[in-house]
Structure formats: C-alpha cells, structure tokens
C-alpha cells in the first residue's frame, strides 16, 4: 500500500470530517432525550412512592404512571434511533476515508449510508415530537383535573 503525503492526505481527512457536524447535532438532539428520560424516571419514582403512601384511591396516580410509562417507551424508541444515527455516521465517516484513501468506489454504500443514517434522525425526531406531544396532553389532564 502507497501511504500517502500529508498534503495528500489533508483532503482526504476533509472529506471523512464533514459528517461529524451531523454527530455533533445528534449528540445535542440525544442529550436533551437522555434528560428528559431522567426527569420522567424521577418523576415515576416520585408518583410510585405516593400512590404507596395513598390510603385512597390512586386512581389518578395509576393513570399518570401510566402516561410515563408509554413517555419512557417513546424516548427510547428516540433514543435508539438517535443512537443508531451517531454509528451510522461514524461507519460513513469510516467509508469515506478508506475510499478516498484507497481510491475505492463506494458511491453506493456512500449514499445507503447517508440515507440511512438520515431516516434514523428522522424517525428519532418524530419520536421527540411525539413524546412532547403526549407530555402536553398529560399536562393538560392534569391541570384540568385540580
């Protein structure tokens, strides 16, 4: 195998770089997931603990418990896809280089990669918006019911 110069090889690692910007987006999108994942924990933890101390009916609880069960399943649902983004990019990152850096071919796995890597962020971004979604329903039921 011929090593290439450093000035031959700056571009190449340009152009394996360039998907990191979409890693680094990721890492914030899943950050905020991994937060309000652990909000959604305590919280349970918390209603978990009240309806055992409730003498009365616990009802209400039950059914908020129940609401941050199907949350908790959304975000990580979110969370996975998120996940799954971040290899993604780092198996295209991987592909890039080795192709430059071997002057391979590989405009197909290329681009499957990307496509690929771009639906997981949506699907992870459609779970966000529907974890949000119920969150505010289960807001509203709360505060309609005090």
């Given at each position: 195998m011929n090593v290439p110069s450093l000035p031959q090889l700056v571009p190449i690692l340009q152009l394996a770089i360039g998907p990191v910007i979409l890693i680094s987006g990721v890492g914030l999108l899943q950050l905020s997931l991994t937060n309000r994942l652990g909000r959604l924990i305590d919280r349970a933890r918390l209603l978990s603990r009240e309806r055992t101390a409730s003498a009365g009916d616990t009802a209400r609880l039950d059914a908020q418990i129940a609401i941050i069960d199907r949350r908790a399943h959304i975000l990580q649902r979110a969370i996975t896809l998120g996940a799954t983004t971040?290899?993604?990019?780092?198996?295209?990152?991987?592909?890039?280089?080795?192709?430059?850096?071997?002057?391979?071919?590989?405009?197909?796995?290329?681009?499957?990669?990307f496509c690929t890597a771009l639906l997981t962020l949506i699907g992870s971004t459609l779970f966000f918006l529907q974890e949000m979604r119920l969150a505010l329903e289960a807001l509203h039921l709360e505060t309609r019911r005090e």
């Open positions: 971040v290899l993604l990019v780092s198996v295209l990152i991987l592909v890039l280089f080795v192709s430059a850096l071997l002057a391979l071919d590989s405009a197909l796995i290329v681009i499957a990669l």
